[in-house]
């Protein structure tokens, strides 16, 4: 099956620092999506983005399907931010998603 | 107001004892998934269901089993036979067409071994 790989895992920035995110995923795709997880639990959807460029705020996203990776970035971040934002992505010959391992993100005041 | 419901919030289970999940989700959606999250680890695929009376198995469905009886409603059980439940489960629900597999959570269920 597909693989996806998140990096970095943890990344710890103070309150009003940029970042940048990362997910790489081994075969062509369909669907891909970024979640961010607050620290009770739940997952929200931030972007569907499996080609080109989206924004929505402070943040955005852009993935390069044709050399299969995406990116998320978070700028003048607050401790809001703070969580677990997860990679998905869904092969071209499949109907599920597989997630990656996360970034734990902590944006410290 | 429109949205995925899962109960209970926290669940507790005996050692040999079938417990069942429960996640509604009102907003027409065709397809629902079933997530395990062990700590600090990404989401694993446990059932999903594209249609009503029909479901397919993930990665991880032994020891789980679920029902499709209804459009909005798809309960998992997980039963004796799972060794290792405690963890964090998330019922996740997709639309058809376009946006197929654009997928929306729900708050989550924490089950613990007593």
């Known amino acids: 099956g597909i693989q996806v790989e998140q990096s970095p895992p943890d990344l710890i920035l103070q309150e009003g620092a940029n970042s940048t995110l990362r997910c790489n995923f081994s075969?062509?795709?369909?669907?891909l999506q970024w979640f961010h997880q607050n620290p009770w639990g739940q997952l929200i959807n931030l972007f569907y983005?499996?080609?080109g460029t989206k924004q929505n705020g402070r943040l955005s996203a852009t993935t390069v399907a044709t050399e299969r990776y995406s990116l998320l970035y978070i700028s003048s971040s607050q401790t809001t931010d703070s969580g677990v934002y997860f990679c998905?992505?869904?092969?071209?010959?499949?109907?599920?998603?597989?997630f990656g391992e996360g970034t734990q993100l902590t944006v410290n005041p | 107001d429109g949205g995925i419901t899962q109960s209970p919030k926290y669940l507790f289970r005996k050692e040999g004892q079938n417990v069942t999940l429960s996640c509604e989700q009102n907003?027409?959606?065709?397809?629902m998934y079933w997530y395990r999250q062990d700590p600090g680890q990404g989401l694993r695929l446990i059932y999903y269901?594209?249609?009503?009376?029909?479901?397919q198995k993930g990665d991880i469905a032994e020891g789980y089993s679920v029902s499709r009886e209804k459009k909005e409603s798809f309960p998992l059980t997980v039963t004796s036979a799972q060794k290792n439940p405690t963890a964090f489960y998330l019922c996740?629900?997709?639309?058809?067409?376009?946006?197929?597999?654009?997928?929306?959570f729900g708050a989550g269920t924490r089950l613990s071994v007593l």
């Open positions: 983005i499996p080609s």
């Open positions: 907003l027409n959606h065709d397809a």
């Open positions: 996740a629900s997709s639309p058809r067409g376009w946006a197929k597999n654009i997928q929306y």
């Open positions: 998905a992505v869904e092969e071209t010959s499949g109907s599920r998603l597989t």
């Open positions: 075969d062509s795709v369909n669907n």
């Open positions: 269901s594209q249609i009503v009376n029909d479901f």
